[in-house]
Structures are given as C-alpha cells and as structure tokens.
C-alpha cells in the first residue's frame, strides 16, 4: 500500500514562495518507477492539474503554473517537491500529492496553501 503525506503549505504573501513535499512510503518501488504529480483544488473548484512527472521521466505543468512552479523529486528520500514562486492569490487551494503504479492510483490528504494579497 503507497502512502503520500504532503507537507508544506501555510498562508503566504502574494509575490512569496513556498516549497510542498510529498513523501512516499509503503512501496518496494521507488519513486522513479511511478507517475507523480501534483493537483489542487480550490473552493468550489474542480481539481486542477499543477505538474508531473511520467513514469519516464518527463516533467510536464499546467499552463496556469508555468514559469512560476517547479517539480523536483529526491530518488534517495522517495520525496517529491513543488516549488512555488512568485504566489498569486488564485494559488490558493490544497494541494494534493498523486502517485500511479500500474493500475493503482493513490492520493495524499492533501497540504493546504492560501495566498493573501
């Protein structure tokens, strides 16, 4: 059984930067073997895409993130990261760490982040 804890959110100024982890534990397979991206869901919103990367390693981002959000992950800690810059207000949401191996989709409980103007 994967398990995903996020980390790292709090509220931030708008212009400021933040740094989410996700965690991943449970597995015999590491990090580098599964899909991993991020989501987040505002209030009243639908769950957006926020970046991944393939089981190949490919790192791709919203649109809404691009040039402001990086994805990186840590294969020695079976960590990923989310680092986010110049926050806007509509960052806000919780985000949500997500992992698929195989057929298996896994989600964390989420971290959340609000962004004050």
């Known amino acids: 059984q994967v398990q995903l804890v996020e980390s790292g959110g709090r509220l931030a100024q708008a212009g400021g930067s933040l740094k989410l982890s996700c965690a991943v534990s449970?597995?015999?397979?590491?990090?580098?073997?599964?899909?991993m991206g991020w989501y987040r869901q505002a209030p009243g919103n639908q769950r957006e895409f926020v970046a991944a990367?393939?089981?190949?390693?490919?790192?791709t981002y919203g649109d809404s993130v691009k040039g402001r959000f990086t994805i990186s992950r840590d294969n020695a800690k079976n960590t990923m990261y989310l680092q986010m810059n110049t926050l806007k207000p509509e960052d806000t949401a919780v985000y949500y760490c997500?992992?698929?191996?195989?057929?298996?989709?896994?989600w964390g409980k989420g971290t959340l982040v609000t962004v004050s103007s």
């Open positions: 449970g597995s015999a397979f590491t990090i580098t073997t599964m899909a």
């Open positions: 990367f393939t089981s190949a390693g490919t790192i």
């Open positions: 997500n992992a698929v191996l195989g057929p298996w989709n896994y």
